[in-house]
């Protein structure tokens, strides 16, 4: 079922389907059964309801973990769980005028697909008041009962979901999908804390023994997975998962179920690129799940049982019954359950390699050279910095020299033009000076030229 020598895991639609022929896709969590076979095997079995309604006398049946003082407070609130869920026939209910429906109902027709926030405005409205308390008193009722058993919780949760559906029965089932989304996720939101990883489960020991598993078999490589992806070329280039191994571990951090299953799709989506870019045929679903376990593998995602168990509890139906969502979780579910009996045969090893490379005393000879990739890239960094710190040193010693260049031209220009400034003066000097022996000249000339008059005048009147 689980492996072809060449080509990796195989599974066949079929096996992916729930093993009722309903149609939808099953889970190894549900024995290979879809969420509504299991349930209704589950009711089958027993009657859950019964176990939490008030006895006659209006207590409460013992359970091991409750406090006689709960009990008291339990009684009182038991009634309102009767009330969402299967009715009760005194008081009875107000009802509900047809006019005020009407108004609920077109305010959520006019709702925009993903508006959560104008889902939270319609619902806090005064019409839709009725619809309010519902969540209100379902939300008070869980908290107060946060000591049940997990699966009853679970039962209750999908209750309301389905009491809360059957107001739009008049919607086309698209719209009430986006609507129960909504509720979904306000619900869960809040009911986050007290419902997950829950005392009264193992999950907290399951995931921390699945994270165990997924670190002993960190050697395993693409090629033994049988993932169609050229081993060097993710050695040289970068694992091409990387971006579907950080939306998987991402999920850990949302609280809605809707959100993990998106967190889910994302990186199914990012296994697909990844594939549609290293091959030059189309990925298959024999190549999308061998793909799916290696990114689980290198992701080792933080409590991935008790986020696969908190969807599958607490997320809505369909979700998980039908469409890419569903189709991309049971795939997840089976990368998981192949992880947890991985063997030699499954990675077309003997059983005596198996155990040699889970003991450390083998090493995949991809895993070799990647390494040597690796180290001849880290030589060539350490290369390209010792370069760069060279050409840093040059560049600084190039300013250097530039500025001792500018400040010697700054030094001679102030020289120049002090000498300058002197040459102005010299010429300023010596043009004054010239000019003062001209006019001393002239006046000698005058001179002369008076005493000349004097002689001719003298010697005139001597002759006289």
């Not at 024995?31 to 006398?57: H, N, V």
């Not at 060097?232 to 299953?261: C, H, N």
Request: hydrophobic residues 35%.
């Amino acid at each position: 079922m689980w492996m072809d020598k060449q080509r990796g895991i195989r599974v066949s639609q079929e096996e992916l389907l729930c093993k009722n022929a309903c149609g939808y896709y099953g889970n190894p969590a549900w024995q290979g059964l879809c969420s509504k076979c299991w349930r209704e095997r589950a009711r089958a079995a027993g009657t859950p309801r019964e176990e939490i309604r008030p006895r006659s006398d209006g207590t409460l049946p013992t359970f091991s973990k409750f406090e006689e003082k709960k009990n008291i407070e339990k009684g009182r609130r038991i009634n309102t769980v009767r009330r969402l869920f299967w009715g009760s026939p005194s008081p009875p209910k107000p009802q509900e005028s047809s006019e005020s429906r009407a108004n609920v109902l077109k305010a959520y027709e006019n709702l925009e697909p993903g508006d959560f926030t104008g889902f939270l405005k319609i619902l806090r409205s005064p019409p839709s008041q009725r619809l309010q308390s519902r969540c209100t008193a379902f939300l008070n009722t869980m908290e107060a009962y946060h000591d049940l058993p997990v699966q009853k919780q679970s039962d209750l949760v999908q209750d309301f979901y389905q009491s809360f559906a059957e107001y739009f029965s008049s919607f086309p089932e698209a719209q009430v999908t986006q609507i129960m989304e909504h509720v979904e996720k306000l619900i869960m939101t809040r009911l986050h804390k007290w419902v997950f990883c829950h005392d009264s489960c193992d999950d907290e020991q399951k995931d921390l023994a699945l994270q165990r598993r997924i670190r002993s078999l960190n050697w395993v490589t693409p090629q033994m997975l049988g993932v169609p992806f050229p081993d060097e070329k993710v050695s040289v280039t970068g694992d091409p998962f990387l971006p579907a191994i950080t939306a998987i571990i991402e999920m850990d951090a949302k609280r809605a179920p809707q959100d993990k299953l998106a967190c889910v799709s994302k990186c199914s989506q990012h296994v697909f690129e990844a594939l549609s870019r290293s091959n030059s045929e189309p990925a298959n679903a024999d190549d999308f799940l061998s793909s799916l376990v290696y990114v689980v593998l290198k992701a080792n995602p933080p409590r991935l049982h008790s986020n696969m168990q908190y969807v599958i509890r607490f997320g809505l139906p369909h979700s998980l019954m039908a469409g890419e969502s569903g189709y991309y979780f049971t795939n997840l579910s089976c990368a998981v359950a192949f992880i947890e009996k991985l063997d030699g045969p499954a990675l077309s090893l003997s059983p005596e390699e198996f155990e040699g490379y889970m003991l450390g005393q083998r090493t995949p000879c991809a895993l070799n050279r990647r390494q040597q990739v690796i180290s001849d890239t880290q030589n060539l960094l350490e290369d390209l910095k010792g370069r760069q710190e060279k050409l840093d040193q040059g560049m600084d010693a190039l300013n250097a020299q530039l500025q001792k260049w500018v400040q010697e031209v700054h030094s001679q220009l102030d020289e120049t033009r002090s000498q300058f400034v002197l040459a102005q003066k010299e010429i300023t000097a010596q043009k004054e000076v010239l000019l003062s022996t001209q006019d001393n000249k002239e006046e000698s000339v005058l001179v002369l030229e008076d005493q000349d008059g004097d002689s001719s005048s003298n010697n005139c009147l001597h002759l006289i």
